[in-house]
């Protein structure tokens, strides 16, 4: 079975903070993906990353910023925390095919951040 | 990628089939249905997918129109555990499939389908 993990389930963090979430996934997958979910809005893509030192940015990307140094692992940073970031984040990685196709995300857990 | 609609939520009993409905009128010749579902406080999860034809996992069937302009997800059987919100999502798959998708998922409002004893 695919397996996502993310660093933290809960996280309490102080506003100006700098506050690392952590995802990592054991099946090998070129396509890692970092989500932010708040309720009425859906999911909304923060980045994503293709390959290991590559990353793009998704729809909400302003105040965040990723590293992928190895590619199991793929890290969401908040350079400075602010109030607004309060929410669910949630990391999904999948693999490409054959034809470059991109196939189905596998998520994790989640992690709850609250910033006061 | 193409809207979907669907109903903001639905009951089942236990044990029924569960048919969860999506339509998708503007969906175009390389995208795909794709059915996810995410349970409270967990992260989506992948149910199945299809293009035309219907297709079967052990989690549930798609169905699929023949004109592809709706889908039903079926849950065979449904059980307590299934009570959750189910997202219907098209998208091309981009690469060779065709299209531009870099893989990023549009989640809608999704069914939350209520299972009941």
């Known amino acids: 079975d695919v397996k996502v993990t993310q660093s933290s389930r809960y996280l309490v963090k102080r506003t100006g903070e700098k506050v690392f979430l952590e995802c990592v996934q054991d099946?090998?997958?070129?396509?890692m993906f970092w989500y932010r979910q708040d309720p009425g809005l859906g999911l909304r893509l923060i980045y994503f990353?293709?390959?290991?030192?590559?990353?793009e940015k998704g729809d909400i990307p302003e105040g965040y910023s990723v590293s992928r140094e190895k590619k199991e692992r793929f890290s969401l940073i908040l350079e400075s925390a602010s109030t607004n970031q309060t929410s669910m984040y949630l990391c999904?990685?999948?693999?490409?095919?054959?034809?470059?196709?991109?196939?189905?995300?596998?998520f994790g857990p989640g992690t709850r951040l609250t910033v006061t | 990628d193409a809207k979907t609609t669907q109903p903001t939520s639905m009951d089942c009993a236990e044990g029924r089939a569960a048919n969860l409905p999506c339509n998708h009128s503007?969906?175009?010749?390389?995208?795909?249905v794709y059915w996810y579902r995410q349970i409270h406080s967990q992260g989506p999860q992948y149910i199945i997918h299809g293009l035309k034809n219907n297709e079967t996992n052990e989690m549930a069937s798609l169905i699929i129109t023949e004109d592809r302009k709706s889908s039903t997800l079926i849950l065979p059987h449904a059980t307590l555990r299934d009570t959750a919100v189910y997202y219907c999502?098209?998208?091309?798959?981009?690469?060779?499939?065709?299209?531009?998708?870099?893989?990023?998922?549009?989640f809608g409002q999704g069914t939350i389908l209520t299972v009941h004893p």
């Open positions: 999502i098209v998208r091309d798959k981009g690469g060779d499939a065709g299209g531009t998708s870099y893989g990023k998922l549009t």
């Open positions: 990353s293709y390959d290991v030192k590559m990353k």
């Open positions: 099946m090998d997958h070129e396509n």
């Open positions: 503007t969906i175009s010749g390389n995208e795909y």
């Open positions: 999904a990685s999948s693999f490409v095919g054959m034809d470059r196709g991109q196939y189905e995300q596998y």
